[in-house]
């Protein structure tokens, strides 16, 4: 049985150890320096290896004397964990289903509630994020079929209301400069924007460093059940959300299965195809790390990315924009892209406490710190008063060290810290306010640094002038409110989990789909492709897609009805 916080408090406390990370010398214990604890956080969302460094590395020192390590879920980390009953200090799930589900089974997360840790040291989570925490709380009793009705979680992009949508994330980021310099050709299907970014190779070939340009960079690192990027260019032009081996369309809760004759995952697998057989697609992208296609991006050897990371945010660099290079959205007009809803329950990302820490008080400070408003503020842009502040009116800016590292996280930070701004970058992936959620520090505007009013001020270059000049706008929301869009309603839908015979289905189903994706996407012609997909059904079917198939449409439908339900519930508001 589980020991008590109380009893690990006190031991801890007769050890003369430190409590909670910020607590005085303890009478008796002499002079003795107080030792930094070391916390593992198992992130599933995590890209990174080793201990937190750089600004961030400090300002977590110096607060909580504690070092985080953190460990990706990299080769079957996360099967070796469970196996020895540790998944670490604090972890951050990439998904609260079938994984989350077996923790919360076997006992391996702490109960936050428990000798009411919550409320005494996560005091901000408590008041702040009761919906997220019931959310969590059900999903327990869904788990454990009623038994328990615990809370071992917080979700991520927690919201303080419904009634809004959060920023879009689904960009269309093209290269804008080419886009001009071919007179701004009107782009309505997706074989306009083929044949735009063929045109846009032709006078762009080589990349800064002499190499071939191609229309798009992908990487196989975030494939899930499908090809990552085959599915999202699918939401970026239909509106629809992934869901296990398919697409749902919030809009009529119907499901587009992957392997549905001429539906949109077929659809987008085809497009991606006709640009490898145009010699658009690079040919390293289905072996490439996402590092190296970012680096690729930066180069200017990408034409097109369908988000705005992969795109606009790693291109328009000083070097790019004053030279009149820029890479922003440029959306065909046929495109719905989905933006998800803002969700005062939280997303499906759920941070936890792992059930063998040492230092549940000590994690807890920490997540709860992650929820203030200075944690999250510093968690997105570096340390107040170094890199971002509030004026008189509490209007949030930038500092002008703080403009430099938006610019180039490279920038060296100074001020007492060692290193550049990426060196301190949190590596942990945390994630508790949504970006677009309201900051109560600050005067009625948001975490998104985007919609602060110091920095929707006149564009920076002439090329970003041409951008809102030609499409009538001063910033990316302005730009996708004037357009076609789906929105996502926030509910607490969750996955449900999957038994044991359809776990070991499931991965033999979607391996065949990953795998046989590629091969149809690098087909050489169209009858080779045609005939891949055709291998792809037959090998699916052989696996037991059918079974796959009803349970993701069952899950489908109990979204739908959620869905359905809150939109009833926003009318009688």
């Not at 504690?66 to 799930?93: A, C, F, H, S, Y």
């Not at 927690?158 to 009634?163: G, M, R, S």
């Not at 879009?168 to 782009?187: A, S």
Request: with cysteine; glycine share 8%; net charge negative.
């Amino acid at each position: 049985m589980r020991k008590s916080i109380t009893n690990k408090a006190v031991s801890l406390v007769l050890a003369c150890s430190m409590v909670l990370g910020t607590a005085a010398g303890i009478s008796g214990c002499g002079s003795k320096k107080k030792e930094v604890i070391t916390l593992d956080v198992f992130s599933q969302l995590a890209n990174y290896s080793g201990l937190q460094t750089g600004w961030m590395g400090d300002i977590l020192k110096k607060k909580f004397n504690v070092k985080l390590n953190i460990i990706p879920d990299q080769q079957g980390m996360l099967q070796t964990r469970m196996e020895q009953g540790n998944l670490g200090d604090i972890v951050i799930w990439g998904n609260d289903d079938t994984n989350y589900a077996t923790a919360v089974k076997n006992g391996l997360l702490f109960d936050l509630e428990e000798d009411n840790l919550l409320k005494e040291y996560g005091p901000d989570i408590y008041k702040n994020m009761k919906p997220a925490l019931e959310k969590n709380r059900k999903l327990t009793e869904k788990i454990t079929n009623g038994k328990e009705k615990k809370v071992y979680g917080l979700g991520d992009a927690v919201a303080l209301t419904n009634d809004d949508h959060q920023m879009f994330f689904y960009n269309w980021d093209v290269r804008w400069d080419l886009y001009k310099q071919l007179g701004y050709p009107q782009v309505k299907t997706l074989e306009d924007f083929r044949k735009l970014l063929n045109d846009m190779r032709e006078i762009c070939p080589k990349d800064d460093s002499d190499n071939p340009t191609y229309a798009v960079s992908l990487w196989p690192d975030w494939d899930e059940s499908m090809v990552m990027y085959v599915k999202a260019t699918a939401t970026a032009w239909y509106g629809y959300d992934e869901l296990g081996i398919g697409l749902y369309d919030p809009q009529t809760g119907v499901y587009h299965d992957a392997m549905e004759e001429d539906g949109p995952y077929l659809e987008m697998l085809k497009f991606f195809n006709k640009l490898n057989q145009d010699g658009l697609l690079d040919p390293d992208s289905m072996t490439q790390t996402y590092d190296k296609m970012v680096e690729k991006v930066q180069n200017g050897g990408v034409l097109w990315s369908i988000f705005n990371y992969s795109g606009s945010l790693a291109y328009n660099k000083p070097a790019h924009t004053k030279a009149g290079k820029m890479m922003f959205c440029m959306k065909p007009e046929d495109a719905s892209p989905l933006v998800y809803g803002m969700n005062t329950q939280g997303g499906n990302h759920p941070t936890c406490i792992g059930a063998n820490t040492e230092y549940p008080e000590l994690c807890m400070e920490i997540m709860n710190w992650f929820c203030t408003p200075e944690g999250r503020m510093t968690y997105g842009y570096g340390p107040q008063g170094v890199t971002w502040d509030y004026d008189k009116e509490k209007n949030t800016y930038f500092t002008d060290l703080g403009k430099e590292c938006k610019k180039n996280e490279k920038t060296k930070m100074g001020n007492g810290y060692k290193g550049s701004y990426h060196d301190g970058v949190c590596q942990a992936a945390f994630s508790t306010w949504a970006n677009d959620a309201e900051n109560p520090d600050s005067n009625g505007e948001t975490y998104n640094s985007d919609n602060w009013k110091s920095n929707i001020t006149k564009a920076e270059t002439e090329i970003e002038q041409d951008w809102r000049d030609k499409n009538g706008v001063v910033s990316i929301n302005d730009y996708f409110e004037k357009g076609k869009y789906v929105v996502a309603p926030g509910t607490s839908f969750s996955l449900g989990e999957k038994d044991d015979d359809l776990k070991t289905t499931w991965a033999q189903v979607t391996s065949e789909i990953k795998a046989s994706s590629w091969k149809a996407m690098y087909a050489k012609n169209d009858k080779d492709f045609d005939e891949q997909v055709k291998k792809m059904r037959a090998n699916t079917k052989k696996y037991g897609y059918d079974k796959c198939l009803k349970w993701a449409k069952e899950q489908a439908a109990e979204r739908y009805a959620l869905e359905q339900e809150a939109a009833k519930n926003k009318e009688k508001k």
